[in-house]
């Protein structure tokens, strides 16, 4: 099946879905944009007005435009596109495209106010699930299994986790609050340091996830030879030691770009850290606090994490072997929707939705570990991988270039596994994430592997 001349493959059973499947699917749609909206609604009102339109980093947009562009993407697609309407703001479409104005301009632009943004996407949701109450979710690629609405949802959730990382990166006293993640209940020292994964093929991607996104696609077999892979990400305490062992000046440790970064921004540590009175401090959600040294390390830069792995004399995995580990079953030769297997995640199983603020220790959710062993491949933080961004075989834009193919090339690194931020509906063992080496700001660590 194609549109616009790209191809899209139909997911499972879409073509003659029955009546219950499609309730089913309306459900799990409206399911999906609900939770997602709940987020967004939580994430600006606990804030000012004041707050809300200031640009707490030249690296973000203000809260407020996110919470438009959320509204008007979802006017696009759902209202326009598969509901065939009338555009309600037109003229605000320019103002809302993310191509259009770099974050750092965003504050300039004739933005909607607060209660003005509020209802622009009150007024869209409500026409939104008209739209999905009376539309076959059958008969097209945006259609099939209500591929549009789940897009949508993920692109809010997505846009949550974005504002999530602007509440960090705000100055001022706690906005946001959540309950810590449970202790990990083990012994300490039960887990092995690495799991080994043996050589042979895995298929990568998927043709048949119904709401995977474009650069997911398709399923294709790949080739990996053996390597050792860490059981969990790599802790504070582990990256405490780099620290303190010198690693941030040693050039021999860094890739020239990134060295460059390092020494022309003075930095010494992960970003939100600081050393008081010889103990190491981190700024989290306007809360200081000890650094915790069971814990995955956050907000590190590739360069910091491929300086690390060279340090320990190791490597970041590839994108390939993240993904190995993550979802090949060696015993059934298949690859599972998630680390544990095809069911859904559940709080038993993984670190996800804003749950918690913060990643949970090193070693928990022993229910979600993969068929390797492998703990934490989803949740708690995106993982650095070595690999560039780029499509894989057979690749086909859609439904627009702008979402996936403009990034591909050398420039962006892919991070796999989605973080403590990530919404259950954009968390899946295929997501790919990417973004430029320098950044630290994203909800970012890593894990690192060795050849077998």
């Given at each position: 099946?194609?549109?616009?001349?790209?191809g899209?493959?139909?997911?499972?059973?879409?073509?003659?879905?029955?009546?219950?499947?499609?309730?089913a699917?309306?459900t799990?749609?409206l399911t999906?944009?609900?939770e997602?909206?709940?987020?967004?609604?939580?994430l600006?009102?606990?804030?000012?007005?004041?707050?809300?339109?200031?640009?707490?980093?030249?690296?973000?947009?203000?809260?407020?435009?996110?919470?438009a562009?959320?509204?008007?993407?979802?006017?696009?697609?759902?209202?326009?596109t598969?509901?065939?309407?009338?555009?309600?703001?037109?003229?605000?479409?320019?103002?809302?495209?993310?191509?259009?104005?770099?974050?750092?301009?965003?504050?300039?632009?004739?933005?909607?106010?607060?209660?003005?943004?509020?209802?622009?996407?009150?007024?869209?949701?409500?026409?939104?699930?008209d739209?999905?109450?009376?539309?076959?979710?059958?008969?097209?690629?945006?259609?099939?299994?209500?591929?549009?609405?789940?897009?949508?949802?993920?692109?809010?959730?997505q846009?949550?986790?974005?504002?999530?990382?602007?509440?960090?990166?705000?100055?001022?006293?706690?906005?946001?609050?959540?309950?810590?993640?449970d202790?990990?209940?083990g012994?300490?020292?039960?887990?092995?340091?690495?799991?080994?994964?043996?050589?042979?093929?895995?298929?990568?991607?998927?043709?048949?996830?119904?709401?995977?996104?474009?650069?997911?696609?398709p399923?294709h077999?790949?080739?990996?030879?053996?390597f050792?892979l860490?059981?969990t990400?790599?802790t504070?305490?582990?990256?405490?030691?780099?620290?303190?062992g010198?690693?941030?000046?040693?050039?021999a440790?860094?890739?020239?770009?990134g060295?460059?970064?390092?020494?022309?921004?003075d930095?010494?540590?992960?970003?939100?850290w600081?050393?008081d009175?010889?103990q190491?401090?981190?700024?989290?959600?306007?809360?200081?606090?000890p650094?915790?040294?069971?814990?995955?390390?956050?907000?590190?830069?590739?360069y910091?994490?491929?300086a690390?792995?060279?340090?320990?004399?190791?490597?970041?995995?590839?994108?390939?072997?993240?993904?190995?580990?993550?979802?090949?079953?060696?015993?059934?030769?298949?690859?599972?929707?998630?680390?544990?297997?095809?069911?859904e995640?559940?709080?038993?199983r993984?670190?996800?939705?804003?749950?918690h603020?913060?990643?949970?220790?090193?070693?928990?959710?022993?229910?979600g570990?993969s068929?390797?062993?492998?703990?934490?491949?989803?949740?708690?933080?995106?993982?650095?991988?070595?690999s560039?961004?780029?499509?894989y075989?057979?690749?086909?834009?859609?439904?627009?270039?702008?979402?996936?193919?403009?990034?591909?090339?050398?420039?962006?690194?892919?991070?796999?596994?989605?973080?403590?931020a990530?919404?259950?509906?954009?968390?899946?063992?295929?997501?790919?994430?990417?973004?430029?080496?320098?950044?630290?700001?994203?909800?970012?660590?890593?894990?690192?592997?060795?050849?077998?």
């Amino acid at each position: 099946m194609t549109v616009n001349g790209t191809g899209h493959g139909t997911p499972r059973g879409a073509e003659d879905a029955t009546e219950h499947d499609a309730e089913a699917l309306r459900t799990r749609a409206l399911t999906a944009l609900s939770e997602a909206r709940d987020r967004t609604a939580l994430l600006t009102s606990c804030v000012d007005e004041d707050e809300l339109t200031a640009q707490h980093s030249p690296l973000m947009s203000p809260l407020v435009w996110d919470l438009a562009h959320i509204g008007n993407q979802e006017e696009q697609w759902l209202l326009r596109t598969v509901g065939g309407q009338e555009a309600l703001r037109p003229e605000i479409d320019s103002v809302y495209d993310a191509f259009e104005h770099p974050r750092s301009e965003r504050p300039t632009l004739p933005l909607l106010a607060p209660a003005e943004a509020r209802t622009y996407a009150a007024d869209v949701r409500g026409r939104v699930l008209d739209v999905l109450e009376r539309t076959p979710l059958r008969g097209g690629p945006l259609l099939d299994a209500a591929f549009a609405f789940g897009m949508v949802a993920q692109h809010e959730q997505q846009h949550d986790e974005t504002m999530l990382i602007t509440h960090q990166l705000r100055r001022g006293p706690a906005a946001l609050t959540a309950p810590d993640p449970d202790a990990f209940p083990g012994p300490e020292g039960v887990l092995p340091p690495e799991v080994l994964v043996e050589a042979g093929p895995f298929t990568m991607g998927t043709s048949d996830e119904p709401w995977a996104l474009d650069n997911e696609r398709p399923a294709h077999r790949r080739l990996v030879p053996a390597f050792f892979l860490d059981t969990t990400p790599v802790t504070c305490g582990a990256y405490l030691r780099f620290v303190e062992g010198g690693g941030y000046h040693d050039p021999a440790l860094w890739e020239p770009e990134g060295w460059a970064q390092i020494r022309k921004h003075d930095i010494e540590a992960p970003l939100f850290w600081r050393k008081d009175a010889g103990q190491w401090l981190r700024r989290r959600f306007g809360v200081v606090e000890p650094v915790p040294e069971d814990e995955p390390v956050l907000h590190v830069s590739w360069y910091e994490a491929d300086a690390y792995a060279r340090w320990a004399g190791r490597r970041l995995p590839t994108e390939e072997e993240w993904e190995k580990a993550a979802r090949h079953d060696p015993a059934a030769d298949r690859s599972r929707r998630y680390p544990w297997g095809d069911d859904e995640p559940t709080a038993a199983r993984a670190n996800l939705g804003q749950r918690h603020l913060r990643p949970a220790p090193a070693g928990s959710y022993p229910e979600g570990e993969s068929a390797y062993g492998v703990r934490q491949l989803l949740g708690d933080v995106w993982e650095w991988t070595s690999s560039d961004f780029l499509p894989y075989p057979g690749f086909a834009v859609f439904p627009y270039r702008e979402y996936s193919e403009v990034f591909f090339g050398d420039a962006h690194k892919v991070l796999r596994g989605g973080s403590f931020a990530v919404g259950t509906v954009a968390a899946r063992g295929t997501f790919r994430n990417w973004d430029l080496p320098v950044r630290r700001q994203i909800f970012s660590g890593f894990r690192t592997a060795r050849d077998a």
